[in-house]
Every structure is written in structure tokens, then in C-alpha cells.
């Protein structure tokens, strides 16, 4: 069976096959009573089904996707304790004081593709050569690619 992903093809980097089911954020879908009890009680994207299975918040998504459907080596997600605890850092870590690279994606990636015109103080990339490498490296991949050029 074919995983699901309700969301929007331009947010999404999954290194598996899936289904895209296009949810309709400009017109308010993720926001009805029915999106928010069916899918994501907070009326937001993306949300991963699996069969029977149904899971909501990227980051629960992504350790799923590794799990259940990682490749034996499993590299991005290992299963070694240590290895693991690291990755769960960097994963805090985003998740609690990324925000301004929140900004950087926003105004870099999807404003653009949204009709929008990227604030021209956004030139940290020039600033932080680990920044610039960091995004030089995530836009490299094949799956942003795939997302990007869609
Ligand atoms: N903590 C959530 C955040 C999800 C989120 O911010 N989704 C955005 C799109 S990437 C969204 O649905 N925005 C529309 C809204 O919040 O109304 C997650 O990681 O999945």
C-alpha cells in the first residue's frame, strides 16, 4: 500500500515513494471541522496516512517514515542509542531556536513560488558560510529537487 500525504507538493521532502492527496491551504481546507477531525486537530498540513495508521506533526512523520519504512542500514534514523541521541538533539534543536531559519525558508523557497517577492535583507546565506553550506546541501537533494521543480 501506497503511504498518503495530505499537504502541499512544494513542502514536502520524502526520500520514499507517496501519494500526494493535495490539501487546499489557500481556500481554508485544512481548516474545517472535518480536516481537523479527521486528519489534524489543529487544522494544519502535512499529515502521513499509512493504511490503517494516521499520523500528524513533521517531525512524528519523518521518525515514522525512518522506522517503518527506512532502508535496513537505516543512516538518516539508526537505531544505535548514541546515534539516535544525537540526531534528537539537532532535532530539539530545530525545533526550539530555528525559528529564524524559518523566515530564511519562507523568504527563500516558498514566498517566491507563492507570488511573493523575497525581503531583500535576507542575505545570511552571504554572511554564514555554514548557513549557505547547510542550504547548499539540503537544496541539493534529490528529493527537494523533485518538490522544487513541481
Ligand atoms: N508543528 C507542525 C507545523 C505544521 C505547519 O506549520 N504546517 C503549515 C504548512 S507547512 C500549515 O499547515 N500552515 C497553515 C496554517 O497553519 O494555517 C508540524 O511540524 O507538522
Not at 490539501?23 to 487544522?43: I, L
Not at 519504512?69 to 525545533?95: F, M
Not at 507570488?115 to 531583500?120: E, I, L
Request: with cysteine; proline share 5%.
Amino acid at each position: 500500500m501506497t503511504i498518503q500525504i495530505k499537504g502541499a507538493a512544494i513542502s514536502t521532502c520524502v526520500r520514499i515513494d507517496y501519494e500526494l492527496i493535495f490539501v487546499d491551504v489557500r481556500n481554508g481546507e485544512h481548516k474545517t471541522a472535518e480536516y481537523k477531525e479527521k486528519y489534524q486537530p489543529f487544522g494544519q498540513i502535512p499529515v502521513l496516512i499509512d493504511g490503517d495508521f494516521q499520523v500528524f506533526e513533521s517531525r512524528a512523520i519523518a521518525r515514522y517514515i525512518a522506522d517503518a519504512h527506512g532502508k535496513a542500514d537505516n543512516t538518516l534514523y539508526p537505531k544505535d542509542a548514541k546515534k539516535r541521541a544525537i540526531i534528537e538533539q539537532w532535532i530539539s534543536v530545530e525545533q526550539s531556536h530555528f525559528k529564524s531559519v524559518e523566515e530564511i525558508v519562507w523568504q527563500l523557497l516558498f514566498l517566491p513560488r507563492w507570488g511573493g517577492q523575497p525581503d531583500a535583507q535576507i542575505n545570511v546565506l552571504d554572511e554564514f558560510p555554514n548557513m549557505k553550506a547547510w542550504w547548499e546541501t539540503c537544496s541539493a537533494r534529490p528529493s527537494c529537487k523533485k518538490v522544487t521543480s513541481s
